[in-house]
């Protein structure tokens, strides 16, 4: 997938991406980067992570008042970035041990939060690009799709520091051990295609 984006160019509640974790081992740590291209001005999921008993594991939303948010275990914080036109880069991590919960939005970090402190994230999980799941692995709603690009997802089971962050931001990798974009292994439903990337 490299040089490549998932491209979803209409509203629709059946087009999405289910992409498969490398590891299926109980999470206490992740980072997860992204881009995303889209003009929409209502709420949107850009990364969505459910398992049998918790729908919203990890989610990270974009509300319509151009506020993001992080689900971690059901629970969520909001973080409020600057809004682009341009593609954007997204990195959330979060740490059981501390619940400290980070955005990091074009290289440049959100005031921290602190979220579900000691929480264990669930195995066999779904994870959906292009939709947010209201039940494992469905649920989908039409006005909650996202319609655009997106790629260079990436997901690690700890947090990257901040030089690491930078890096990713830059193009650079460090070998992403739950989802990996070089390897990426997915399947798409509905209407999506994979296009050449549209950001350098």
């Not at 390897?183 to 209407?191: F, H, K, T, V």
Request: some cysteine.
């Amino acid at each position: 997938m490299i040089g490549k984006a998932f491209v979803f160019p209409k509203e629709s509640e059946n087009s999405y991406v289910s992409l498969t974790a490398r590891l299926t081992k109980p999470l206490t740590a992740f980072t997860v980067c992204l881009r995303v291209y889209t003009d929409l001005n209502r709420d949107y999921s850009l990364f969505s992570y459910a398992t049998k008993t918790q729908y919203n594991e990890i989610l990270l939303f974009r509300g319509k008042t151009a506020v993001y948010s992080i689900s971690v275990g059901g629970a969520d914080v909001i973080f409020k970035p600057h809004q682009s036109s341009e593609p954007m880069h997204f990195c959330m991590t979060w740490e059981s041990t501390s619940g400290i919960t980070e955005l990091w939005v074009d290289g440049k970090p959100m005031v921290r939060r602190s979220l579900k402190r000691g929480y264990s994230l669930g195995t066999q999980a779904s994870i959906i690009l292009g939709q947010e799941q209201d039940a494992f692995a469905g649920g989908f709603e039409k006005n909650q799709c996202l319609v655009g690009d997106i790629g260079d997802v990436n997901m690690w089971d700890y947090v990257l520091s901040p030089e690491e962050i930078n890096t990713v931001y830059a193009g650079g990798t460090f070998s992403p051990n739950v989802l990996n974009w070089r390897a990426l292994r997915y399947e798409m439903s509905g209407e999506v295609y994979v296009k050449p990337q549209l950001w350098p």
